[in-house]
């Protein structure tokens, strides 16, 4: 069995399972937000009183917040009121961030575990060695219920990568490569391991990175198989101990030498329209967006600081500086990014998805055309339906943010 | 439940996203009808004047990729439409219109279907029909685990009658 199976053997109580085989399994984690908990909750009401597991089941408010308006405002109540009678963790604004940055952070996650969330990119989680995946409020109102769920186990789609990554080459570039070669349904209900020499020294930062824009080639999850790095993100964090598992073989895989990639963009309108960022220089820019469950983590924030310390955002340009969480945001203003961006022209936002999703705080008018560190570039994606959205690196959108264009990093 | 499912061709292409199907401005309601009244505005903004009770979405690869807002079958839902036929779903969009028992069929027949064209599933032969394309078309078999799920009338019924 490889790694995927093992966990999910352990999680149905089989000695033993395999890809295409219907199971159910236990939830160490089941994760509900402000947009997908209220119907999530509503459901669960219509059936039952008590959560069977309260020690599983966490809400985080962050797309509507800090609430945008009063229905969101009543989402939140709602949501808030359930958890205290629920005796359920609830991460209000103040102590929380972006559900994928937090979860982490706070000890929730570990490696080996088995976490389902009603929001796609549940599949961060990977990065630490746990099965996630990502479910709809029904499926959450049934864990909720029954503490467990139904999954098909999936095959394992491999991901070598080899070479010497180039200057400015980041997680975010390597997945992008990724999902432009196989497509945005190239990995459908597929487990993507990422492995090989270049992933073994990439920063966890860069390995959630990764692992959050599985869903964007239809992943059912992305993972890495726990190593040092891993060990050592968990130790020192609260919550449960690790589970090990053994890996073995997988169904498919793919090597890449990624010694020759380039800064890369995925334009509008689809995650998989990859192409190296030098290439789309005519494109002018009206708003930079930096943070997200994809690329909203210290590393995330020192490498856009690193491109605009001692520069200024082009004139006319609105660059918005969103950190994934509460820690983030300080560990950010501790190292001095916060001030690079202000004093850039830059705006920062309270951790919150925001412009992300098209919720809030930096929404496009018509016409317009942003670049993002987020994990998608669909049609109004972020605001009107004639937006355009390009996805990139923090160093790339940082870099283009200076320039007013698109441009690699290296042509600054 | 029914074995006959008949309706008129709404056409679309590939990788139809939840986000056109049902934009996150809307998100802070999940009162069917209101999703309905929006449902793949960003798409065609008069859809949910077009449908009529019983169409059909016929769509290419990728059907409902994206986010997992259980929104986007609930307002497909709403709107009328009795059934989506895809060449392929994205994963969180399919196990939410099982789900909440909006029913799906993975067939690959986009290809030679227009918009309003009458369409015939025969569920229990496992066949499409297009009349005026003169075609029939399999359906991709269900697994017994998701006939299951189907035939309680969705995953929160089939918990409560299997007695939690
Ligand atoms: S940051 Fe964007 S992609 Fe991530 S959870 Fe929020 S809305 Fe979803």
């Keep these: ?52 597991n309260p020690g599983s089941v966490v809400i985080v408010c962050d797309h509507f917040t800090p609430n945008k308006d009063i229905k969101s405002a009543e989402n939140v109540k709602f949501l808030r009121d359930f958890a205290r009678k629920q005796k359920i963790r609830f991460f209000e604004i103040g102590n929380g961030g972006v559900e994928h940055v937090i979860l982490p952070e706070k000890g929730i996650v570990k490696p080996g575990d088995v976490v389902i969330g009603a929001d796609s990119h549940t599949c961060t989680y990977g990065a630490l060695g746990a ?49 432009g070669k196989i497509g945005v349904n190239g990995a459908n209900y597929k487990a993507m391991k990422f492995a090989g020499t270049v992933i073994s020294a990439l920063s966890m930062d860069e390995r959630f990175t990764m692992c959050n824009m599985a869903i964007e080639a239809g992943g059912k999850a992305g993972f890495v198989v726990p190593d040092k790095k891993t060990a050592d993100y968990v130790k020192g964090r609260p919550g449960r101990k690790a589970r090990n598992f053994a890996d073995g073989p ?93 004093k850039a022209g830059c705006v920062i936002a309270p951790p919150t998805c925001g412009p992300c999703l098209g919720g809030h705080m930096g929404i496009l008018a018509g016409g317009e055309t942003a670049i993002s560190t987020t994990n998608r570039n669909f049609v109004g994606r972020m605001g009107a339906v004639s937006s355009r959205v390009y996805l990139a690196s923090p160093y790339t959108a940082a870099a283009s943010a200076v320039r007013g264009r698109i441009i690699s990093p290296e042509q600054l | 439940m029914k074995n006959i499912i ?12 939840t986000d056109v199907i049902i934009p996150a401005r809307f998100l802070t309601s999940d009162n069917a009808d209101e999703l309905a009244a929006h449902c793949m505005e960003d798409l065609d903004k ?17 059907f409902g990729c994206g986010s997992s807002r259980e929104h986007a079958p609930i307002a497909i839902k709403a709107s009328g439409i009795s059934a989506v036929i895809a060449k392929s779903f994205a994963r969180i969009f399919l196990r939410n219109c099982i789900n909440i028992g909006l029913m799906v069929f993975v067939c690959d027949m986009k290809k030679d279907a227009r918009a309003g064209d009458e369409i015939t599933i025969d569920m229990r032969k496992g066949e499409i029909i297009n009349a005026r394309a003169k075609k029939i078309y399999k359906v991709k078999p269900v697994p017994e685990f998701i006939k299951k799920i189907v035939s309680f009338g969705g995953l929160l019924n089939y918990a409560v009658q299997r007695g939690r």
């Design chain 2, 46 to 62: 008069d859809f949910s004047k077009k449908v009529k009770k019983g169409d059909i979405i016929v769509a290419g690869d990728n």
């Design chain 2, 6 to 17: 008949k309706g008129n061709a709404y056409v679309v292409g590939d990788s139809v996203d």
């Design chain 1, 250 to 342: 997988s169904a498919q895989t793919f090597k890449m030498d990624i010694s020759a990639v380039k800064p890369l963009v995925a334009s509008p309108h689809l995650p998989d329209k990859v192409g190296p960022a030098a290439r789309l220089n005519k494109v002018k820019i009206d708003q930079a967006v930096i943070g997200s469950c994809t690329n909203g983590r210290i590393s995330d924030f020192a490498q856009a600081a690193k491109i605009m310390k001692g520069r200024k955002i082009s004139a006319g340009l609105r660059c918005i500086i969103l950190p994934g969480s509460q820690e983030v945001y300080a560990e950010a203003m501790k190292k001095g990014y916060i001030e690079t961006f202000l």
């Design chain 1, 131 to 179: 099965f996630s995946t990502g479910v709809g409020s029904t499926d959450v109102a049934f864990a909720m219920l029954m503490g467990k769920i139904w999954f098909m186990v999936p095959e394992v789609m491999e991901f070598v990568y080899s070479g010497k990554k180039g200057k400015f080459i980041t997680g975010k570039d390597l997945i992008l490569l990724t999902i």
């Design chain 1, 1 to 52: 069995m490889n790694y995927v199976e093992n966990i999910l053997s352990h999680a149905s109580g089989r000695k033993s399972v395999s890809a295409g085989e219907y199971i159910e399994a236990r939830c160490d984690t089941v994760l509900m937000n402000d947009v997908t908990g209220p119907l999530a909750v509503k459901e669960f009401l219509k059936r039952g009183k008590k959560i069977k």
